[in-house]
C-alpha cells in the first residue's frame, strides 16, 4: 500500500506542480529542446507512477523463478491472500480501474491520433500531388496561391510545401531560413512529439499537467526549428522570414513556419541571444533523468526484496505472502 500511495502521491505531484514551474520558463525558451525534454519527463513519468500505482495495488509481489510451475503457484497464493480480505479485494480492484483507465485510455487515444494523422497526411499528399509543382533544386513542392506560406508534412513520405506568394516574398536568405526551419521539424521528428502531447492533453484534458504542456511544448518545438533556421541563417534573417510568413495557413497534419506563436518568436529572435550553459542545460538533463527513474526506483525497490523471499519453498501452503503495494 505505502509503494501504491507514493507512486500516486508523484503523480499528482508532478501533475499539479510541474505546469506551474515550467509554463513560460524562460530558460525553456533559452534551450527549447530542453524545454521539450522536461515537459515529455513530467508528463511520461506521471503516466508511468499513476500505472504503477494501480498495478502495485492490483498484483501482489512474487518470487521471480525459471521454474514456471513453481512461479505460477507463488502467484496464484499471492493473489488469494490478497483478495482473500474485503480491504484486500477493493483495494486491488480500484487499483486494477486506475491502471486500465490510465493505459486503456492513453493507448486508445495514441491510436486514434495516429490513425486520423496517417489518413489526413495521406489525403492531403495526394491533393499535393495533384495540384502542386515540384522543385527539384529546393526539394519543395510549389502551390500557386498569393498568400506567403509554408509548411512541411511529417513522416516517410514527407513533403515541404511553399506557396508561390512566399517565393515572391522572401529573399534566397530568408527562402533558406524557411527551409531550414521546416527540415528541422522533419528530422527531429516535431510531428510525433507533438501528437505524443496532443494525445495525453485529449485523454486527460482534466490535468493541469497534460492541458499546460500541450501548447507549450507546440510552442518550443517552433523555437527550437527557429534556433536551428538562425544557426544557418542569422536570427534577425529568421526573424524576417518569419513575419513573411506568419499569417500563412497549414493543414491540421502538418507543420507551419508561421502560425500564432510567431509574434513572441519573432521577439524572441531579434532579442540578444543568450543560449543556456552547458552546465545548467546537464543539470536539467540529469532532472529529467531522475523524474523519468524516480517510479521505476520506487516500485523497484520493494519488488527487489521481494525477489529474495520464497513465497513457497516446498510447495507448502503456508508460504509467506507479501505485496507490492
Ligand atoms: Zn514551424
Known amino acids: 500500500m505505502i509503494v501504491a500511495a507514493v507512486l500516486f502521491a508523484y503523480a499528482a505531484l508532478l501533475c499539479t506542480l510541474v505546469p506551474r514551474l515550467l509554463r513560460g520558463a524562460r530558460w ?17 513519468s506521471a503516466l508511468v507512477s499513476a500505472a504503477m500505482a494501480g498495478l502495485a495495488l492490483t498484483v501482489p509481489t512474487v518470487r521471480v523463478s525459471a521454474d514456471l510451475a513453481q512461479l505460477l503457484q507463488a502467484c496464484v497464493m499471492a493473489l488469494t491472500a490478497q483478495y482473500a480480505s474485503p480491504g484486500g479485494a477493493a483495494a486491488g480492484a480500484a487499483g486494477a480501474v486506475l491502471a486500465l483507465a490510465v493505459l486503456g485510455r492513453t493507448a486508445w487515444c495514441a491510436g486514434g491520433a495516429v490513425l486520423r494523422i496517417r489518413r489526413e497526411r495521406y489525403e492531403h499528399r495526394e491533393v499535393l500531388d495533384l495540384v502542386g509543382r515540384v522543385d527539384p533544386v529546393r526539394g519543395v513542392v510549389v502551390l500557386d496561391h498569393e498568400e506567403p506560406a509554408a509548411y512541411c508534412l511529417p513522416g516517410r513520405q514527407r513533403r515541404t510545401v511553399i506557396t508561390t506568394g512566399a517565393l515572391r516574398t522572401l529573399d534566397g536568405d530568408q527562402l533558406d531560413a524557411v527551409l531550414a526551419h521546416e527540415r528541422a521539424h522533419q528530422d527531429e521528428r516535431h510531428d510525433a512529439v507533438l501528437t505524443w502531447a496532443r494525445t495525453l492533453a485529449r485523454a486527460f484534458p482534466s490535468v493541469p499537467l497534460f492541458r499546460t504542456a500541450e501548447p507549450e511544448v507546440a510552442r518550443l518545438v517552433e523555437m527550437r526549428a527557429d534556433d536551428v533556421a538562425a544557426a544557418r541563417s542569422g536570427r534577425l534573417t529568421t ?19 508561421g502560425g500564432s506563436t510567431a509574434a513572441c518568436r519573432v521577439r524572441r529572435l531579434i532579442e540578444p541571444d543568450r543560449p543556456l550553459g552547458r552546465a545548467r542545460i546537464a543539470a536539467g538533463a ?4 531522475v523524474a523519468l527513474a524516480v517510479p521505476l526506483l520506487v516500485i523497484g525497490g520493494p519488488a527487489a526484496a521481494a525477489s529474495q523471499l520464497n513465497y513457497c519453498p516446498d510447495g507448502t501452503p503456508t508460504a509467506q505472502v507479501s505485496t507490492m503495494r
Do not use: D, Y
Not at 286 to 289: G, S
Open 28 to 44: 525553456a525558451e533559452r534551450a527549447p529542446r530542453l524545454g521539450i525534454v522536461a515537459w515529455q519527463a513530467a508528463g511520461v
Open 239 to 257: 526573424a524576417a522570414a518569419l513575419l513573411a510568413v506568419a499569417g500563412g495557413r497549414a493543414p491540421v497534419a502538418g507543420l507551419a513556419a
Open 286 to 289: 540529469l532532472t529529467a533523468a
